[in-house]
């Protein structure tokens, strides 16, 4: 993977990040966020960090706080994201992660 594919998280992911993963492991959540789940992916376009957001939401509802999930997901995401959107129960439209985030976040 070259450099210039990664891509920071947005501050909503970052808060995400912070409500479910322990404070030990969240820079190796964010790591494979930044490194894994970023503008390698493929039929992506994405080029900010709030493009993203879906996908990464996804990746992190699917973690349930457990980086071996979270690298899962990652994986997954760079298989097919549209799977792994569909895996979180985000295929059907392109709003529902927010809604999640609002569930998590408060």
């Known amino acids: 993977m070259s ?19 322990a404070a ?7 790591r494979i966020l930044v490194q894994e789940c970023a ?7 994405a080029r900010t960090p709030e493009e993203l957001d879906r996908v990464r939401c ?4 699917l973690s349930r706080g457990r980086l071996a999930k979270l690298q899962d997901a990652a994986r ?9 959107l569909m895996a979180a129960g985000f295929g059907g439209s392109t709003t529902a992660h927010l809604e999640w985030q609002r569930q998590i976040l408060g």
């Open 3 to 21: 450099a210039d594919s990664s891509l920071p998280l947005s501050p909503a992911v970052r808060a995400l990040i912070e409500r479910i993963f």
């Open 24 to 30: 030990r492991s969240r820079p190796e959540a964010e």
């Open 39 to 45: 503008g390698n992916l493929p039929l992506s376009a």
């Open 58 to 61: 996804a990746a992190l509802k």
């Open 76 to 84: 997954l995401a760079q298989v097919d994201w549209r799977d792994l």
